[in-house]
């Protein structure tokens, strides 16, 4: 099982799609381990756009993503991190696909709703900056774990 980290940017909430967004990763099967909304401070956002400190969208991206309320979402699950890129669709939302969250509800390179890791290392560090306190990732058994995945096969 993975564990990954999915931020749901300002202007997924300011657009009312928090709940059927999150439904997308629910319905797949994928467990939800932690979930917050709130303002994160600027050096959270800073750190977490590290990479891109030297790029010329930095400045504006660290604007916007602290510009209003972000929802921070864990998920567990098989392969969590790669089924969760899928479910979100390429970055410029209108060139992905239909079915996806971009794809079905963006039209935007850079308000494009939905933040997700992209990697183990990347999902670690980042689930690390933004669940840090002790009890802010639940681990729970979902009691139709057995209908998700065959789980003598896939789980074993």
Known sequence: MERTLVLLKPDAVQRHLIGPILTRFEQKGLKLVG????R?????IQKHYSDHAAKPFYKNLVSFMTSGPVVALAF?????ISVVRTLVGKTNAREAAPGT?????????SNNMVH????????AKELALFFAEEGDLVDWEPVDLGWTYNV???LA
Not at 116 to 123: F, I, L, R, V, Y
């Open 35 to 38: 979930l917050k909304l709130r």
């Open 40 to 44: 994160f401070p600027l050096e959270t």
């Open 76 to 80: 567990d699950g098989k392969d969590a």
């Open 101 to 109: 969250i971009r794809g079905d509800f963006g039209m935007s390179f």
């Open 116 to 123: 997700a890791s992209d990697g183990p290392e990347a999902a």
């Open 152 to 154: 003598d096969e896939e």
